[in-house]
């Protein structure tokens, strides 16, 4: 579809969750398709985790989305999708790969929401394709225990804040599920909780350096909790680490069923975003360092350090690799 | 309402898509009151066809558009609506007429969806205005017919199409049904749906001449089937015809009813949209020819062409009929 | 227009905030074309205030509003408009008011936002009219400078409240302003504002009493301030009184221009809300009382008290006086 004004900010670049928003919904659909192909009890896909995402170039006000996605492992209980996201000017014919993500189903009952169907399986052309899958499958899985432990933290408002600190920047936002947020089964789509997480942490990028800011990279996410529709979600961002560069920023999701639920507030989506800031021309700009003051600040600057370091490191290796073939 | 940016494309024009959806919407509030003004069992209008309409000046961001609708026909199970809409600049107060447009609509039982009501006959002032309208009546409802027939077509993708080819310009766009798209029947309003195909359609004529450019007319549109909320619709366009300044692209609408539904994939609207390139300046500028290459496609580009020499017969007689009053 | 299920609650009420938006559009129209009608430098009318408004009963998904707005005064730079919104079910013919408004709007010049032009008179058809608007316009002119001094408090935030204290409800929503958001002179249109405003009032009502609620009126607002397109608005709501079935409001706008701007963040709109809550027969319930701890929420606490018994009083009397006429 064609990127409109409101799916961009005010320089003109898309924003990052239009496009995961767009991203998932390719997804829900072809894994719910997918889950239906066989007869049996009706299913609704619900997205379980998006693996790491980087932003390859910016998109514009102007230019067509073309988003194709496709099933690549199927365990017992889940679906992976891949999808690619192109942006196509379609005055010049211009075709560039904006990103590509890794998403992960379950297919939920459509009568019984907590009953958690099989999925009927694929047929891989190569026997190495199984193998493959099933590690990214194993691997997953035990990254979304981990985060599940570390999911605990709670953003602490701070008075009258020195610029550059992170309680500068922090910030949240609450929204009221409604409707249109939500899938056949009553619960709000992925893709809608992850572009408010990019409003969330575009927010606190652009409080932080006060310049044009556009999402480089998503940490993969993990959907611990469903969210049901009528629930206030408070969605709070705060800046992690700083490289010269760039800024990574923690999010948070936690959602409140205050109307005729006898269920407490509770933390159902938290993930790591990165942005760069941009000149008028597009080139990436120094970002002013993030002051860190107490120990858990000080703590979290270093963990994001590790972060940032591993990720250059892969990048690096990727590209001799590139270059060796 | 005033029009924003997210209701025109980048040049500032208002898509024919959003104009053709407030029009629907006009269309549904009058008929559905009709249908409603005497005892009985409660309705709702849904959209039947949409005759021809020709979009005489180019709408822009800031008017305001001006909606009136008007019941002009009744038979026994339908309503015939004439809309039109002026587009006013309130700031220096002209207005001009945008287009004009009829619709149809059937009443369905809010109880039983699949019943068809009966439709309170209107007053006439003289008789001639009933004869006019039920030779209309007969005229659609024969049309209506023969499209049903025609509808079976399916675009296929083309890898590495060559520059003006039928291929090239092709494109889909899939959407699920949310519950804004819907009617209080849980079907999707016509002008949705019309606003979308629009989209496509402007997207494959965008593709072909890589310039500004806007809806110029659209051919009467037949909604055989309804399209119902949790639905997966393929929106899909193909270039059939160029003359030197017009483009005519075929768009068909697939709906695919995924979860808990025993039904296949089928179409459930099928219409021709013509399409203009402008200039800066506004002035229409010339379009590459399309290259047909199969069968097929010269014979589509032929009956196009029939349709354009037609359409172009019709106006030149009326414009003569004008000139001679 | 008819409402939609994004229009409404989840007990399909619509919200205030977006017939709010509607009546706001309707006098932004008519103002704006009104401030043109004489030759002259082009201006766009502002919302300068819009008086109390009372919800008189509730409109539903599915119906159509019919909002209607005229010019009743208009002084040398302001115009003051009225409208009336009716919700119509479609499918009865019930007719209903929902509520009537009184408007101020401010003609702004299209070249250089910052002149204020002047309004061209209207013709009054009786003397009274004219002496009866100049003592509204006096009236809501003091009123404006009063609100102007208040305007300086600040929503701190507070950890663990207890249940039904003024820390347990409090809420607020951040926004980045975006171009659909604004008019042609790049400012948030007032209807904008009003409706996140709604919004979170909302939220601070039913984190309060847990229940389905609904706008029952709104004080006067007065919008002291533009908001520039790419601002960042927080919008923050605090309760400051309940009486036996109702909860007041307050809710301040703040508006960030954090992007290519030295100015600082400003206080630019702040407005009481009444709300109330429903059973699901739509029959009002009783409301917890606010707990107050501090000086300053007692002191609220009577003032809301204060506004309450004379709006009752008000109340009472023209019930009294319709009764003997």
């Not at 239906?36 to 619900?46: K, L």
């Not at 026997?127 to 691997?139: A, F, L, P, S, V």
């Not at 570390?150 to 949240?172: A, L, M």
């Not at 990720?311 to 073939?325: F, G, P």
Request: glycine share 6%; charged share 25%.
């Amino acid at each position: 579809r064609i990127m409109r004004p409101d799916d961009a900010n005010i320089a003109g670049n898309v924003h990052g969750g239009t496009i995961l928003k767009m991203i998932e919904e390719a997804g829900a659909i072809i894994s719910t398709r997918h889950c239906n192909s066989q007869a049996g009890e009706p299913s609704v896909a619900a997205l379980a985790r998006v693996e790491r995402t980087d932003f390859l170039s910016p998109m514009c006000i102007g230019e067509v989305a073309n988003v194709s996605a496709e099933i690549t492992y199927t365990s017992r209980h889940s679906v992976e999708v891949q999808v690619n996201v192109m942006s196509e000017n379609i005055l010049t014919g211009a075709k560039k790969l904006t990103n590509k993500a890794t998403l992960w189903y379950v297919p939920l009952s459509l009568k019984n929401v907590n009953k958690v169907l099989e999925v009927p399986p694929i047929q891989y052309t190569r026997k190495e394709q199984e193998d493959e899958g099933k590690k990214r499958y194993e691997e997953q899985k035990l990254d979304r225990l981990e985060t599940k432990q570390r999911n605990g933290d709670v953003i602490f408002p701070i008075i009258n804040p020195e610029p550059h600190t992170v309680g500068y920047s922090q910030s949240s936002l609450i929204h009221l599920v409604g409707p249109s947020d939500c899938t056949l089964l009553g619960f709000v789509h992925g893709g809608v909780t992850m572009k408010l997480m990019d409003e969330v942490a575009g927010i606190v990028a652009a409080r932080h350096c006060k310049t044009n800011i556009v999402t480089a990279s998503v940490d993969a996410i993990n959907f611990h909790e469903k969210i049901k529709k009528g629930c206030v979600i408070t969605i709070s961002g705060r800046m992690t680490f700083t490289s010269n560069k760039s800024m990574e920023i923690e999010v948070f999701v936690d959602a409140d069923p205050f109307v005729d639920e006898p269920r407490e507030r509770y933390r159902a989506v938290s993930a790591f975003f990165t942005y760069v800031s941009l000149s008028k021309e597009g080139k990436p700009l120094p970002v002013p360092q993030l002051l860190t003051e107490t120990e858990d600040e000080k703590r979290r600057f270093e963990e994001g350090k590790g972060r940032y370091l591993q990720t250059k490191a892969k990048r690096q290796a990727q590209m001799q690799q590139a270059a060796q073939q």
